[in-house]
């Protein structure tokens, strides 16, 4: 659109958008840096992901091992 409001124009939706992604998301999860040892780092993961946290680390049982030993 011009400055003074004529030759508007509509935009078109922008399929790349993924628009299923919450906007949480684009926020970071918890570094391991930040966090004294790996328990305390994996409580965290746990409870920024919550139940996608198991599938983060291999799905399983052992995904708080596994989140803990960094493999």
């Known amino acids: 659109m011009n400055l003074d ?12 958008i993924d ?4 906007d949480w998301q684009a926020v970071p999860g918890p570094r391991r840096s ?3 040892n790996s328990n305390q780092f994996c409580k965290a993961e746990q409870t920024f992901w919550g139940e996608q946290f198991a599938s983060r680390y291999g799905g399983g049982n ?6 803990v030993s960094g493999k």
């Open 34 to 36: 930040d966090y004294k």
């Open 62 to 67: 052992n995904a708080f091992g596994k989140c």
């Open 5 to 16: 409001g004529s030759a508007r124009t509509r935009v078109a939706d922008t399929p790349e």
């Open 19 to 22: 628009e299923s992604v919450d």
